[in-house]
């Protein structure tokens, strides 16, 4: 089906025009010998099918020819490809970069696919046949890439009962009643995809790793674990797995998991070593510890530097690292308590350890203080801890923001992350290149985020939602790409080369996170949604729990005071730039107004709308901007296939009554405690 294929779609028939000069040299590929790491045998396999896909002609593969062709392969591997290449280019290019070149050489006329690595050149196919599908490519063709963050991965929350935690997409594609599915077609047209956006890692399991998971660093599953880590090596991506602290005592064989215990430390070591003899380039540990129950190194008196460490000491022989999450806080808070600010968890707990981790320790961390909001400020901690390793933690999948029901296209929300400038080292020092390692010299850092896949035919549960995977993938490899391009490139990718279809449906993406935002919790405050499960509102479905997520409204006012001079103090984690940005109502963005600030009703925004009529309109606005979407899906019929048209228009039927509820609910709740009326009196009571 054309929603399995993703972007990555079979007869794709491109314009002809743009691809004409570009023709002649499609009919023949030159191979090069190579060491044979599998990567290679996978490039040209890729090339050879996509160009088929495109032409409708299997290209000729050979040693040697004339005329036009491409070529491929790793610097050195041929004289071809080292006379295209300029001196000092191959180091340039480090391990992951490619360059796509036209070389006229009289009788040879030809164009270079060519890495310093097999991963390179993979890179390169996927990136070629990308211009080649969206009109990039001219004959004149010059291309060098290099990969912006060196760890791009993505993180699953899967179980092995097959469930996804939050996951909105049918099941796992890794698992199913205990079992992997290691010979899964599935798996391997998953690295494919992820492959083609530049994805460099994987962890396959649920960070909450329960019983059967905590088995997967065991006999019982490795060999099985090893197979799935091949078929993602032959793409490029290194496995990861999460693991359970407690594991040692779960597994039945020790009494303790106490990081400073020599038997526990032993115990990791022979595991990390049973783990490398199944899989040699084994990635590393992913872990969530002393976070909403899991078990860490809290219960013996130890900090998270001595948990991270034991476990780094143990992977650092093979070279593997560990991802420790810093998604700690007390999810056991009495709401009377208004000294607690889960916001200010992460950072209280890690800033104070900064040099005492290991340098194969990298701290992973949420892009936000709290869980992935709509709207939420960027996490202090980041760029905060000098000595210590970093990496950000997106998430894909759409937890909070409408589960793959409702559209909402993520990117802008990240690169609004990313260019975040955090003024850690002075102007300049943006969460971009933070997470490249550029402002603090870490040795190991990048992007890592919560896919949002599951065995749904098409993936991603609604068509749409695949453009946030493409998208971070994209992203990820080059953070200045624009949203807008990297929505357009995917829609003329997936849905084929109708511009004008294209455009309408990058018009749709791009104003979907905006919507989004408007018919649900406004101006930052986050949550009112319904608890466990975070779809749809439940306004105070969290107000008197012990999750640490408030609102605060009562008949004057809302929001959570987050200042240093009369609230919890949070403002003050940042830069002093921004702390008094955050810290000052008259300086504080108004879209995170309630994340900082406690305000009357009455309270102006910079817009010059009181807080209550900025509730009101925005919910009516999203609405009908969700009404204004749905008229120009409606537009593309016909000019899309009827299967996706279809089905993308029932998913809009459904964000539709959720806008809608979302209103009502929200608008008729704070029209009671204000008791301010609505100045267009539309809000009923
Ligand atoms: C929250 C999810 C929960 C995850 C947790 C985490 O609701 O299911 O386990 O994050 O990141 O967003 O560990």
């Not at 002809?16 to 190579?34: C, R, S």
């Not at 860490?296 to 560990?322: Q, S």
């Not at 599951?454 to 995977?469: E, F, I, P, V, Y």
């Not at 949070?570 to 995170?592: F, G, I, R, V």
Request: glycine residues 8%; hydrophobic residues 35%.
């Amino acid at each position: 089906s054309k929603g399995y294929q993703a972007w990555l779609q079979n007869g794709f028939e491109p314009d002809h025009a743009a691809m004409g000069p570009i023709h002649d040299f499609l009919q023949q590929i030159i191979t090069t010998a190579q060491a044979g790491s599998g990567i290679y045998q996978t490039a040209v396999q890729e090339l050879v099918d996509g160009i088929r896909s495109i032409t409708g002609q299997k290209p000729v593969c050979m040693e040697s020819g004339s005329g036009r062709y491409l070529t491929l392969g790793t610097i050195g591997s041929s004289s071809f490809i080292d006379q295209s290449i300029e001196a000092g280019e191959a180091e340039r290019l480090g391990d992951e970069g490619f360059v796509i070149r036209k070389v006229d050489r009289g009788e040879h006329v030809y164009i270079v696919l060519a890495g310093k690595t097999e991963k390179g050149l993979l890179y390169a196919v996927f990136h070629f046949l990308r211009l080649l599908k969206t009109g990039g490519l001219t004959d004149q063709v010059d291309v060098t890439e290099v990969p912006k963050y060196r760890l791009r991965m993505v993180n699953h929350w899967d179980n092995m009962d097959g469930s996804v935690e939050r996951g909105y997409a049918g099941q796992s594609i890794f698992y199913r009643n205990d079992v992997l599915l290691s010979r899964s077609a599935r798996v391997r047209d998953y690295a494919r995809l992820l492959a083609s956006v530049g994805i460099n890692g994987i962890a396959i399991n649920n960070v909450n790793v329960h019983r059967h998971e905590t088995r997967l660093i065991t006999e019982v599953y490795l060999p099985d674990v090893a197979r799935i880590a091949d078929i993602f090596r032959n793409y490029g991506i290194r496995l990861y797995l999460s693991v359970n602290f407690a594991a040692p005592i779960e597994l039945g064989d020790l009494r303790t998991a106490d990081p400073l215990d020599a038997d526990v430390q032993k115990w990791w070591k022979e595991k990390a070593a049973d783990v490398y003899c199944y899989v040699p380039d084994f990635g590393g540990f992913l872990v969530k510890a002393d976070s909403e129950n899991r078990p860490g190194p809290f219960t013996y008196g130890r900090d998270h530097a001595d948990g991270a460490n034991m476990l780094a000491e143990a992977l650092k022989p093979y070279g593997g690292i560990v991802l420790w999450r810093c998604f700690v806080y007390n999810c056991h808070q009495d709401w009377r308590d208004r000294t607690t600010d889960r916001a200010r968890a992460a950072y209280d707990h890690f800033k104070p350890l900064d040099g005492r981790f290991l340098d194969n320790v990298v701290l992973q961390i949420k892009n936000g203080p709290m869980d992935f909001q709509v709207r939420e400020p960027v996490s202090p901690l980041i760029g905060a801890m000098e000595k210590t390793n970093q990496i950000v933690e997106f998430q894909i999948t759409q937890e909070y923001t409408g589960q793959q029901k409702d559209v909402c296209y993520l990117i802008p929300q990240w690169k609004e992350v990313l260019d975040f400038d955090t003024r850690i080292k002075g102007e300049g020092s943006t969460v971009k290149e933070i997470a490249a390692g550029l402002v603090h010299p870490y040795v190991h850092s990048g992007i890592t985020a919560v896919s949002n896949i599951g065995d749904d035919l098409n993936w991603t549960g609604h068509h749409l939602a695949q453009a946030n995977l493409y998208g971070y993938g994209r992203l990820i490899w080059n953070p200045e790409l624009s949203s807008e391009l990297i929505a357009k490139e995917w829609a003329l990718l997936t849905f084929g080369p109708n511009k004008a279809a294209a455009d309408t449906i990058a018009d749709i993406l791009m104003a979907s996170w905006p919507i989004y935002e408007k018919y649900t919790s406004p101006l930052g405050v986050g949550w009112m949604v319904r608890p466990h499960y975070h779809y749809g509102p439940d306004i105070d479905g969290y107000e008197y729990s012990k999750w640490g997520t408030y609102h605060f409204a009562d008949c004057h006012g809302i929001g959570v005071d987050r200042t240093q001079s009369t609230g919890t103090g949070y403002s003050a984690q940042y830069e002093k730039a921004n702390s008094e940005l955050y810290e000052n109502l008259e300086t504080c963005p108004d879209e995170l107004l309630l994340f900082f600030h406690h305000v009357p009703y009455t309270h102006r925004l910079k817009s010059g709308k009181t807080v209550i009529q900025h509730i009101y309109d925005t919910h009516f606005e999203g609405v009908e901007q969700v009404e204004q979407v749905i008229s120009r899906w409606r537009g593309l019929e016909g000019d899309i296939d009827a299967e996706r048209y279809r089905h993308v228009c029932g998913r809009l039927e459904a964000q539709l009554e959720n806008a809608k509820e979302w209103r009502d609910v929200i608008n008729t709740y704070f029209y009671r405690k204000s008791a301010i009326p609505d100045e267009k009196n539309r809000v009923i009571y």
